[in-house]
């Protein structure tokens, strides 16, 4: 089974909608940690957010906004009013406290595309 | 300033050569990792140094070869290449190799097998 869930492949909306990344995650861990990374089309990896296993609170940022329910084991990422520089690969991560601490165990990432 | 910066960000070689990727990281960090990302985007870690000693190599072919000569620095050496290790390689570092610390990345070596 895939420790990390996503289940979409790739999601099209045009600008100004509002779009929801779903991550599901498996761990038999008390403690981890999640993350969200943006891929642009120009390659890079950069680093959105990290949240522990402790911290259930929503966390906003601007137009991102991130729900972590433990109860569902999901870490969902919603971007409010889109724009096409958010079309991106997006990838949620797991770190888990069982073998190497260090170790980001990666989705299979979501491909979103913002038309104008 | 680049925070991790990898060379070249392109190379186009033959099968059966031996090809290196360098990685320079100027945060201080204590640690840093090889990720390979497949033609599907699929991201997996290969290895991780910590302070220039490996702690953790995912079941990644003999012909791979990490070396870190210091902790800012960690290469990756390829021999015998094949074409299924044509993909995108990506370094990154983080503070330390404690639970939760987000990783930087570089901007990635695509490595095309001829």
């Known amino acids: 089974a895939q420790k990390v869930t996503q289940a979409q492949t790739e999601i099209s909306v045009v600008e100004k909608e509002d779009v929801t990344l779903d991550c599901v995650y498996e761990?038999?861990?008390?403690?981890?940690?999640l993350f969200w990374y943006k891929q642009p089309p120009s390659g890079e990896l950069v680093f959105l957010i990290r949240r522990n296993s402790f911290d259930e609170q929503n966390e906003i940022s601007g137009r991102y906004s991130w729900n972590f329910q433990k109860s569902t084991s999901s870490f969902n990422f919603t971007i409010t009013a889109s724009q096409v520089v958010d079309s991106a690969v997006y990838f949620c991560a797991l770190s888990e406290s069982t073998g190497a601490n260090s170790k980001l165990t990666f989705g299979k990432g979501i491909t979103l595309s913002v038309r104008p | 300033d680049t925070a991790v910066s990898q060379t070249p960000k392109y190379l186009v070689t033959q099968m059966g050569n031996d090809k290196s990727i360098k990685c320079e990281q100027n945060l201080g960090h204590d640690t840093m990792y090889w990720y390979k990302q497949d033609s599907k985007k699929f991201l997996k870690i290969m290895f991780s140094y910590n302070n220039k000693e490996l702690i953790i190599n995912e079941t990644v072919p003999n012909r791979f070869s990490p070396k870190s000569p210091d902790k800012a620095h960690l290469n990756l050496h390829i021999n015998s290449l094949e074409l299924g290790d044509s993909a995108v390689y990506f370094c990154?570092?983080?503070?330390?190799w404690g639970l939760g610390q987000p990783q930087h990345f570089g901007d990635g070596t695509r490595l095309s097998i001829l």
């Open positions: 761990t038999r861990d008390t403690t981890y940690y």
């Open positions: 990154a570092s983080s503070v330390n």
